[in-house]
Nanobody, 123 residues
């Protein structure tokens, strides 16, 4: 299991922005597609964003498309999730995740994730 460490969560007002980071062991990006998942209290885990193994192609969940952006920095072995125009419905624990199949467009593609970072959006 890949060790993934998320950071960057916090409390933000609606309309604000946050950038989440996920540090990974060297070589992770060459082996896995990457993604972000989230889970709000009392709800099922949800796919947020995915990034292809080559780091070129992205895919987003309907709820965040056009507001969130996934990216990575290969030199820093770090995955990012830039979140803009945040809404209270974005409140959740956010998880960095890996996909060994190379697929990255839905929740079932991801089989391993970190401990998560909490994002809370207030009105």
């Amino acid at each position: 299991q890949v060790q993934l460490v998320e950071s960057g969560g916090g409390l933000v007002q609606a309309g604000g922005s946050l950038r989440l980071s996920c540090t990974t062991p060297p070589g992770t990006f060459s082996r896995y597609a990457m993604g972000w998942l989230r889970q709000a209290p009392g709800k099922e885990r949800e796919f947020v964003a995915g990034l292809s193994p080559v780091g070129t192609y992205t895919y987003y969940g309907d709820a965040v498309r056009a507001r969130f952006r996934i990216s990575r920095d290969d030199a820093k072995n770090t995955l990012y999730l830039q979140m803009n125009s945040l809404m209270p419905d974005d409140t959740a624990a956010y998880y960095c995740a890996t996909s060994s199949s190379g697929r990255y467009t839905k929740l079932a593609d991801f089989v391993s994730w970190g401990q998560g970072t909490q994002v809370t959006v207030s009105l």
